[in-house]
C-alpha cells in the first residue's frame, strides 16, 4: 500500500438479516482514497451508499475484507495508538473504541443528511461548534466562543444567532450548523450522507458552492454519498458507483459521467438527461 494514503479500502462488505435470511447491504468494495481527494458514491436507494459509508468511518464492523486509515499522533489522544502497519495505515477492526471515538471527534467528520441527527438539539448553536473544540482539550470560554463566531461567518451564519438552540435555525442553516460544527477541528476526512437532498433547491445550490469552497479551502478528503449525479460532478474529483451493493464503475467524474461503461451508469447518466 502507498504510504500517502488517507484511506484504504480492500473487499469491505457488510451483511445484513433479511426475511430471515443473511443478505449483503454492500460487498467486495475496494478502493484508495489521498489527502485533498473528493470521493462521490452514487446509485439508487438501496444500493448499498449508506451501508458502505458507516463501513469507512467505523460506525459498523465489516463482516468482509477491511478498511486502513492513516492515523495520526496526535496530543491529548485517548487510549493507545495501536501498532501500525508497515506502509502507516491501520486496520480500523484493530482499533479501541476509545481511540476510534476520539478519530470521530477530531480528525473525522460526518455530516448527516438530517442535521438534527449530527446535532446537540438542546445546545446552543455556538455550543455545538465548541463542543468538538473542547474534544481536542480546549477549555477557554473565550477562545471556544470566539471560533464558533469565526466558524459561523465562514459558512455563513449570522452570528448574532449564537445563543439560540439550533431548532430555532431554519433546515438550510441547521445543516451549515452541522458543518461547521465538524470543520471546527480541522479534520483531514468529512464523510457526507446526502448532505444537501431534502433542502430546498436554491438553498442547496448556495450550499453545495460552500461545501465546494470549504473543501478547496481546507484541502479536506471527503466521501460523499449522493444519489444527486450534480452533486457528484460539482464537488469530487472521483466517483464510484453502485448496484445491489456492488461497484460496477469506478474512476475520475468527468470520465464516469461523460463517457460511462457500465450500462447501469448509462442509465443513470441517461436518466439525469432526460427532461
Ligand atoms: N440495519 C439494517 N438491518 C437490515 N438491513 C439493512 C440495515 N441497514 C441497511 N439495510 C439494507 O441494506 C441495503 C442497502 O441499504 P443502504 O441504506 O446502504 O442503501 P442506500 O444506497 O444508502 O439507500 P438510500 O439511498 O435509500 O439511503 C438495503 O436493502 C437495506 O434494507
Redesign the pocket.
Known amino acids: 500500500m502507498n504510504s500517502d494514503l488517507l484511506l484504504s479500502v480492500r473487499g469491505a462488505g ?1 451483511q ?3 426475511a430471515n435470511r443473511l ?1 449483503w ?2 460487498r467486495d468494495v475496494s478502493f484508495d482514497l489521498y489527502p485533498g481527494e473528493v470521493l462521490a458514491v452514487v ?12 463501513l469507512l468511518a467505523a460506525r459498523l464492523a465489516c463482516d468482509a475484507g477491511s478498511v486502513h486509515y492513516d492515523v495520526r499522533e496526535e496530543a491529548g489522544a485517548a487510549g493507545a495508538a495501536p501498532a501500525r502497519s508497515a506502509a502507516g495505515l491501520v486496520n480500523l477492526a484493530n482499533l479501541s473504541e476509545a481511540r476510534l471515538r476520539w478519530l470521530a471527534r477530531t480528525d473525522w467528520g460526518f455530516v448527516e443528511q438530517h442535521a438534527r441527527d449530527g446535532l446537540r438539539m438542546n445546545v446552543s448553536g455556538g455550543a455545538n461548534i465548541g463542543e468538538r473544540m473542547m474534544a481536542l482539550g480546549s477549555r477557554h470560554y473565550g477562545k471556544l466562543r470566539g471560533q464558533a463566531l469565526d466558524w459561523m461567518e465562514r459558512v455563513e451564519l449570522d452570528v448574532d444567532r449564537i445563543d439560540d438552540l439550533p431548532g430555532t435555525y431554519s433546515g438550510g442553516m441547521q445543516q451549515r450548523l452541522q458543518i461547521a460544527r465538524n470543520l471546527v477541528t480541522h479534520p483531514r476526512l468529512v464523510f457526507m ?2 448532505p444537501t437532498t431534502g433542502l430546498d433547491v436554491s438553498v442547496q445550490a448556495r450550499l453545495l458552492d460552500l461545501l465546494r469552497d470549504l473543501v478547496d479551502q481546507l484541502q479536506l478528503a471527503a466521501v460523499i ?1 449522493t ?1 444527486d449525479l450534480a452533486v457528484a460532478r460539482l464537488l469530487a474529483h472521483r466517483m464510484l458507483v ?1 448496484k445491489d ?1 456492488q461497484v460496477v464503475e469506478q474512476g475520475l467524474t468527468d470520465r464516469v459521467l461523460d463517457d460511462p461503461q457500465h450500462a447501469y451508469t448509462q442509465l443513470l447518466v441517461s436518466s439525469v438527461l432526460t427532461p
Open positions: 457488510k445484513f438479516m433479511q443478505r447491504a454492500c446509485g439508487e436507494s438501496g444500493s448499498g451508499k449508506s451501508t458502505l459509508l458507516r450522507d446526502e454519498v444519489h453502485m451493493g
